[in-house]
């Protein structure tokens, strides 16, 4: 079995026209669902490039690979996996595929993409690298402008400095963008790969639609700004929400960009999300006139989402809203029948469905699952839930998050806890957390997350035995070298209604 892995960053779900938008062009990807399986409910394992990234390469999380920040921006966390981590590519190789990836890396600075054997480009970074020699030649080869913007979008930092670049025009055709040249080299390298004997892997990453949206003036001006609807998370107040996401909203400017400017900026985004996806209907294309489409599984999805204006937001950062961490996922396998699957996994699990599809081992990826079950028309039993996680970006800022059928928990250390309820408040502007009408619900998704993360072997979980009300305890929090005293066998620590009780020792 071939595979065709097709991903972008930082991707809005709600901008695709197969998950409900009215507006957006997204013809190829709306085919690719309409012949494949399209996941409702898709979330990132955390809704940062490296470490999602991270976790797709080795079907682990993000606190067992360890692998926590981007580089960019790193805060003394790992900058490269161990070199004793399972990759996927590893299996693969091992089983007969080539294996290429063009576009982003994003996932270390010592090793690239040729240290775990995929052929291409070394691109690294987390924006397009128009300075790049292969894009350059590029370029050249077919008489192409370079690179060049104006008209740039920004607000001003409270520091009184310009705020990151949101937007500009780019002055180029399409041909000479950035997202045209890797959809062209990838086609290039499925044509080397029809013409051999071996199954293949081949991954395009697209940078996009990530900020800034540096788009010519046909994408730019594609759509009218009068046809956006602000997101209604944009009336947020921060009221009882952790301090930290109105410091990020100030960070991106978000208050001195006026409300038409932010309407602007979410059209040019739609806009970004055309282009990507013509480049994505070339290379979709190209792979049935080879005559590949019978015998290859193709993926699509992103490393995580956008706030684009949601919750007075841009980028991502600190808050675990549905906005980042819900993004698309579709899988077409052949012979499998179309369908909508409303399970809540993650794409940690695209690595057992890879390795699955390869024939390979799928147990190394200890927290993924194969998503085959599910797309092949099965009704597995499924978890009930899913654990997500953030470490930080700016600086170290731990969550944890668990959210079910209807309620979403997130965990602050630091601050307030968050609890959505996502029926009824879909936009996540109204944190329910200390509200008496939801204790039960409150306690039972603490308990929850608590067993979950305990059974992961995610550490995060001392934190939450004295902190919260995790019910009974069945072990003694301060890790003492006495709890393993002969002495001491038999003993059970049970917790008490008293908050300044210790613990009681039961025989």
Request: glycine fraction near 8%.
């Amino acid at each position: 079995m071939n595979l065709l892995f097709l991903m972008t960053d930082q991707h809005r779900v709600d901008t695709l026209g197969c998950y409900g938008n009215a507006h957006v062009a997204t013809p190829h990807l709306d085919r690719l669902a309409a012949t494949g399986t399209r996941f409702d409910r898709f979330y990132t394992p955390t809704a940062i490039c490296t470490p999602a990234r991270a976790s797709l390469l080795t079907g682990q999380a993000p606190f067992r690979h360890r692998l926590l920040a981007n580089y960019e921006r790193n805060v003394g966390y790992l900058e490269d996996l161990r070199e004793d981590a399972f990759t996927f590519p590893e299996a693969l190789a091992a089983s007969g595929h080539r294996l290429g990836l063009i576009g982003k890396w994003h996932g270390g600075t010592r090793r690239n993409a040729a240290s775990y054997g995929f052929e291409g480009p070394d691109l690294p970074g987390w924006h397009n690298p128009v300075d790049h020699p292969d894009y350059l030649a590029y370029l050249e080869e077919h008489g192409l402008p370079p690179y060049r913007i104006s008209d740039p979008v920004r607000g001003t930092t409270p520091g009184g400095n310009p705020g990151n670049l949101l937007a500009a025009r780019l002055h180029q055709p399409v041909e000479a963008t950035f997202e045209y040249y890797l959809a062209t080299r990838a086609i290039e390298h499925l044509e080397r790969y029809a013409a051999g004997e071996k199954p293949f892997f081949l991954a395009t990453h697209f940078f996009g639609p990530h900020l800034p949206y540096l788009l010519p003036d046909s994408y730019y001006d594609l759509y009218d700004p009068a046809l956006v609807e602000l997101p209604p998370s944009v009336a947020e107040t921060f009221e009882g929400k952790p301090p930290v996401q109105r410091n990020y909203s100030a960070h991106w400017a978000f208050d001195t960009i006026p409300i038409e400017t932010t309407r602007k900026l979410i059209a040019v985004y739609w806009g970004y999300v055309t282009l990507i996806d013509e480049q994505i209907g070339r290379i979709l294309t190209r792979l049935d006139e080879l005559g590949l489409g019978e015998d290859t599984s193709v993926f699509f999805t992103a490393d995580h989402g956008e706030f684009t204006g949601a919750h007075r937001l841009h980028d991502k950062g600190p808050a675990m809203y549905e906005d980042i961490y819900r993004i698309p996922g579709i899988i077409r396998i052949p012979g499998a029948a179309p369908q909508v699957r409303d399970e809540l996994v993650s794409l940690t699990d695209c690595t057992a469905t890879i390795l699955e599809l390869a024939g390979c081992d799928p147990s190394p990826a200890v927290d993924s699952r194969s998503l085959v079950p599910l797309v092949k028309g099965e009704t597995p039993r499924w978890p009930g839930e899913l654990v997500a996680e953030f470490h930080g970006h700016h600086f170290p800022y731990p969550q944890r998050m668990i959210r079910d059928d209807r309620y979403k928990l997130v965990v602050n250390p630091e601050s307030v806890n968050e609890l959505y309820d996502l029926l009824a408040d879909p936009h996540e502007l109204a944190n329910r957390y200390t509200h008496p009408e939801f204790r039960q619900v409150r306690a039972r998704l603490m308990r929850r997350l608590y067993e979950l993360l305990r059974d992961r072997g995610d550490n995060f979980y001392h934190w939450m035995t004295s902190m919260y009300d995790i019910g009974v305890s069945d072990y003694d929090p301060s890790l003492s070298a006495f709890e393993n005293d002969d002495a001491n066998a038999g003993t059970t620590w049970t917790a008490t209604a008293d908050p300044g009780a210790t613990l009681t020792e039961t025989p």
